[in-house]
């Protein structure tokens, strides 16, 4: 088995090795609780005040804005919850169609509780309509919860143009930045957002650690109810040696992301360039001016996504798919379904995400081996143009043909 | 991760009978495919088949497929088993048969078994000039109208594969795996099917529990009640015992004190199957239903 080549960072990334080096002394000999009286605990409460302040300077925030969290859904549904309940009397929320699971069914579940939820549609690029947006917000509006950039086309949403029209109508603005921290530079001092979530395992920290924003002088409801942690803001015995990972992730983030994601948008176009150029019947799918530096999703015609990744996974080559197949329900990936993908694009799509680990070489062998398993599948293939009368009605396949 | 056999990942790199047959001119020979899926739901599969008409049997068969790794090795598979049957036997090859083939298939990927065993209906049916509409699946009552699967069709794949969850319902078949307002009614249906087979189940066992019969004189069954019975004693005694050594057998006919069964998986290759069969099924089946049964394997 080939060791292996890399490329799903959007769904998780390795730990740097010196993140992990902090964080072991936390597991091993300072395993203290930080809310002990004796000195012997304290001294880890000293090393989580650090990792705050290094995880607030890469987003531009102060160390009292941030409370740690187990990961971004515990932050999403923090946020959401704290949202509602901040101003109980609105009961409308709007959201839009290709967010994360966590924030969808959060809102759907809601619905089930009487709220009304928009779900703002994305054009072909995945772009968000700001005059829909407009259109949507209401006095009754308590929140507008968008992500930052897609987990699976890259696109950047303009937040800052959403977050001027949230405001105006007093709602609050929640932005899902797990894919956006680390990977484009950050500046909440100066912005509209209220809460904002991040996810260590996107940044080279472990999993199992995130951090929620919550704007000086908001009123934060908890999630998790309990003993005095973080202020009381989120409840539980602090996940140390994470958090401390976390802290020390961030502070690399902050050294490396100039130089690391100028590295990456080279690699990016390079492999996207050159997959697009000798393979053929093939599109990049998601904004290619507000994108990511680091994700290229394409969709390639007439074949299937688990069917590509399997192949790739022969050579040891981590990518993933959007295809009904890899997602463990029936249902292809709802965003490229709202971005109103045709089907011949939707189930062949593949996501390649980079991280600054990545090389020259690893980018070579990609382009080595993808045309290659492009057209084997597409020789196994019955479609092979767009013409087929199959693209109809699952129905009309079963009638026999003359 | 899906947790793939050997085999499957074997078929999936290295496929058999790949591509398509073309037409031909040849006497005796008749070219046919069958297309079954589509490109919305993410997989479908064309199979071609080379029939020698006078013998009604397969000479070649390829298959095109578009889908993941369990639809393209569920596709070779399918190929593989039906090359020189009939095609009253290959009309007879169930997902189960594909899915056994393959050393098995994750839970959620036996609708690519499936997949198989449709398009190979659809190509035999066509070419024996039945309109597929006609097919008992289409009739009834539409349940799923993402997937467009009607209640009978759900029952079949039921009854066939012992099934007794919606999820795997969904599973063989994507059958509420889309927004899921029909899996409400699934559980309805399996609930009719299960009530069903527990009563013809019930009269088997109270059959069953009366004195043993090779004691005394044959009681007189009635069909119905013979089948009943005989299926009872292969679902209880016989089945688990040949399905822990990857083998099974299924019940094909009974014709007065001729008993039809298709012995399968491991059992149909083994070079035991004959003990299997008298010294097995036979005498248990002689023991608990009628001691002049004569079961033989088709």
Same mark, same amino acid.
């Given at each position: 088995?080939?060791?292996?080549?890399?490329?799903?960072?959007?769904?998780?990334?390795?730990?740097?090795?010196?993140?992990?080096?902090?964080?072991?002394?936390?597991?091993?000999?300072?395993?203290?609780?930080?809310?002990?009286?004796?000195?012997?605990?304290?001294?880890?409460?000293?090393?989580?005040?650090?990792?705050?302040?290094?995880?607030?300077?890469?987003?531009?925030?102060?160390?009292?804005?941030?409370?740690?969290?187990?990961?971004?859904?515990?932050?999403?549904?923090?946020?959401?919850?704290?949202?509602?309940?901040?101003?109980?009397?609105?009961?409308?929320?709007?959201?839009?169609?290709?967010?994360?699971?966590?924030?969808?069914?959060?809102?759907?579940?809601?619905?089930?509780?009487?709220?009304?939820?928009?779900y703002l549609s994305v054009d072909q690029r995945g772009q968000l309509d700001l005059m829909e947006l407009e259109a949507a917000l209401t006095?009754?509006?308590?929140?507008?919860?968008?992500?930052?950039?897609?987990?699976?086309?890259?696109?950047?949403?303009?937040?800052?143009?959403?977050?001027?029209?949230?405001?105006?109508?007093?709602?609050?603005?929640?932005?899902?930045?797990?894919?956006?921290?680390?990977?484009?530079?950050?500046?909440?001092?100066?912005?509209?957002?209220?809460?904002?979530?991040l996810s260590g395992h996107k940044l080279h920290a472990p999993k199992g650690v995130g951090a929620l924003y919550v704007r000086k002088g908001?009123?934060?409801?908890?999630?998790?109810?309990?003993?005095?942690?973080?202020?009381?803001?989120?409840?539980?015995?602090?996940?140390?040696?994470?958090?401390?990972?976390?802290?020390?992730?961030?502070?690399?983030?902050?050294?490396?992301?100039?130089?690391?994601?100028?590295?990456?948008?080279?690699?990016?176009?390079?492999?996207?360039?050159?997959?697009?150029?000798?393979?053929?019947?093939?599109?990049?799918?998601?904004?290619?001016?507000?994108?990511?530096?680091?994700?290229?999703?394409?969709?390639?015609?007439?074949?299937?996504?688990?069917?590509?990744?399997?192949?790739?996974?022969?050579?040891?080559?981590?990518?993933?798919?959007?295809?009904?197949?890899?997602?463990?329900?029936?249902?292809?990936?709802?965003?490229?379904?709202?971005?109103?993908?045709?089907?011949?694009?939707?189930?062949?799509?593949?996501?390649?995400?980079?991280?600054?680990?990545?090389?020259?070489?690893?980018?070579?062998?990609?382009?080595?081996?993808?045309?290659?398993?492009?057209?084997?599948?597409?020789?196994?293939?019955?479609?092979?143009?767009?013409?087929?009368?199959?693209?109809?009605?699952?129905?009309?396949?079963?009638?026999?043909?003359? | 991760?899906?947790?793939?056999?050997?085999?499957?990942?074997?078929?999936?790199?290295?496929?058999?009978?790949?591509?398509?047959?073309?037409?031909?001119?040849?006497?005796?020979?008749?070219?046919?495919?069958?297309?079954?899926?589509?490109?919305?739901?993410?997989?479908?599969?064309?199979?071609?088949?080379?029939?020698?008409?006078?013998?009604?049997?397969?000479?070649?068969?390829?298959?095109?497929?578009?889908?993941?790794?369990?639809?393209?090795?569920?596709?070779?598979?399918?190929?593989?088993?039906?090359?020189?049957?009939?095609?009253?036997?290959?009309?007879?090859?169930?997902?189960? %048969? =594909?899915?056994?083939? !393959?050393?098995?298939?994750?839970?959620?990927?036996?609708?690519?078994? $499936?997949? /198989?065993?449709?398009? &190979?209906?659809?190509?035999?049916?066509?070419?024996?000039?039945?309109?597929?509409?006609?097919?008992?699946?289409?009739?009834?009552?539409?349940?799923?109208?993402?997937?467009?699967?009607?209640?009978?069709?759900?029952?079949?794949?039921?009854?066939?594969?012992?099934?007794?969850?919606?999820?795997?319902?969904?599973?063989?078949?994507?059958?509420?795996?889309?927004?899921?307002?029909?899996?409400?009614?699934?559980?309805?249906?399996?609930?009719?099917?299960?009530?069903?087979?527990?009563?013809?189940?019930?009269?088997?066992?109270?059959?069953?529990?009366?004195?043993?019969?090779?004691?005394?004189?044959?009681?007189?069954?009635?069909?119905?009640?013979?089948?009943?019975?005989?299926?009872?004693?292969?679902?209880? %005694? =016989?089945?688990?015992? !040949?399905?822990?050594?990857?083998?099974?057998?299924?019940?094909?006919? $009974?014709? /007065?004190?001729?008993? &039809?069964?298709?012995?399968?998986?491991?059992?149909?290759?083994?070079?035991?199957?004959?003990?299997?069969?008298?010294?097995?099924?036979?005498?248990?089946?002689?023991?608990?239903?009628?001691?002049?049964?004569?079961?033989?394997?088709?």
């Amino acid at each position: 088995m080939p060791s292996c080549l890399y490329l799903d960072n959007n769904a998780t990334t390795q730990p740097d090795p010196e993140v992990v080096a902090t964080m072991l002394p936390y597991l091993t000999e300072l395993y203290g609780n930080p809310s002990s009286m004796h000195t012997f605990g304290g001294q880890v409460g000293k090393a989580i005040q650090e990792a705050r302040e290094q995880v607030a300077e890469l987003i531009g925030a102060t160390a009292t804005e941030i409370i740690f969290t187990s990961c971004g859904t515990e932050g999403n549904n923090t946020a959401i919850r704290a949202a509602i309940a901040a101003q109980p009397e609105r009961r409308h929320i709007i959201t839009t169609q290709v967010e994360h699971a966590c924030v969808i069914n959060l809102c759907k579940h809601l619905e089930k509780q009487g709220y009304t939820v928009t779900y703002l549609s994305v054009d072909q690029r995945g772009q968000l309509d700001l005059m829909e947006l407009e259109a949507a917000l209401t006095g009754n509006t308590a929140l507008v919860t968008t992500m930052y950039a897609n987990n699976e086309t890259g696109t950047i949403f303009p937040i800052e143009q959403i977050g001027a029209l949230v405001k105006s109508y007093g709602a609050t603005f929640h932005v899902d930045a797990v894919q956006a921290v680390g990977k484009i530079p950050l500046n909440l001092k100066n912005s509209t957002i209220d809460l904002l979530t991040l996810s260590g395992h996107k940044l080279h920290a472990p999993k199992g650690v995130g951090a929620l924003y919550v704007r000086k002088g908001y009123r934060f409801r908890p999630l998790l109810l309990g003993g005095h942690q973080e202020r009381g803001r989120r409840a539980g015995t602090e996940n140390v040696a994470s958090i401390v990972g976390l802290g020390k992730a961030a502070a690399l983030e902050l050294r490396e992301m100039p130089e690391a994601t100028k590295r990456e948008a080279k690699l990016r176009d390079r492999l996207e360039k050159g997959l697009l150029k000798t393979i053929p019947d093939c599109q990049v799918n998601g904004d290619i001016k507000n994108r990511l530096p680091n994700t290229t999703n394409i969709g390639f015609k007439y074949v299937e996504g688990e069917a590509i990744l399997l192949s790739l996974d022969k050579y040891g080559i981590c990518a993933s798919s959007g295809s009904a197949c890899t997602s463990g329900s029936l249902e292809p990936s709802h965003v490229l379904q709202a971005m109103g993908l045709p089907y011949t694009i939707l189930h062949g799509s593949i996501r390649f995400s980079l991280c600054r680990y990545n090389t020259e070489a690893e980018i070579d062998r990609v382009l080595e081996v993808m045309p290659g398993i492009i057209q084997r599948l597409r020789d196994l293939s019955p479609f092979s143009s767009d013409d087929v009368a199959w693209l109809q009605d699952r129905q009309e396949a079963l009638l026999v043909n003359n | 991760m899906w947790d793939y056999t050997e085999k499957v990942l074997e078929l999936f790199h290295n496929p058999k009978n790949q591509g398509l047959i073309e037409n031909t001119e040849e006497s005796g020979l008749a070219v046919v495919y069958g297309e079954v899926g589509s490109i919305a739901c993410g997989d479908a599969l064309r199979l071609h088949l080379k029939i020698n008409i006078e013998q009604d049997s397969i000479l070649d068969a390829r298959f095109q497929t578009f889908g993941c790794t369990s639809a393209i090795a569920s596709s070779s598979a399918l190929t593989e088993l039906i090359k020189g049957l009939t095609l009253d036997q290959a009309l007879r090859i169930t997902n189960q %048969d =594909i899915a056994s083939y !393959l050393g098995g298939l994750p839970e959620a990927k036996m609708h690519c078994s $499936v997949m /198989g065993q449709e398009a &190979l209906e659809a190509a035999i049916y066509k070419y024996r000039g039945i309109p597929l509409v006609s097919h008992a699946d289409d009739e009834g009552a539409l349940i799923c109208s993402c997937y467009g699967i009607t209640d009978s069709r759900i029952r079949r794949i039921v009854i066939e594969n012992g099934l007794t969850t919606a999820e795997q319902v969904t599973n063989y078949i994507k059958a509420g795996g889309g927004c899921g307002s029909c899996l409400v009614n699934i559980d309805d249906i399996l609930a009719t099917v299960l009530t069903g087979q527990e009563k013809s189940i019930q009269v088997a066992t109270e059959l069953a529990h009366q004195k043993d019969v090779s004691k005394d004189a044959p009681k007189t069954l009635t069909n119905i009640q013979k089948i009943t019975l005989i299926q009872e004693v292969l679902q209880e %005694d =016989i089945r688990p015992f !040949l399905m822990a050594d990857g083998g099974d057998v299924e019940l094909y006919d $009974v014709q /007065g004190e001729l008993v &039809l069964v298709h012995l399968k998986g491991a059992c149909d290759s083994c070079s035991s199957r004959n003990e299997t069969l008298k010294g097995a099924i036979e005498t248990r089946l002689r023991a608990k239903v009628l001691p002049t049964l004569i079961v033989q394997a088709i």
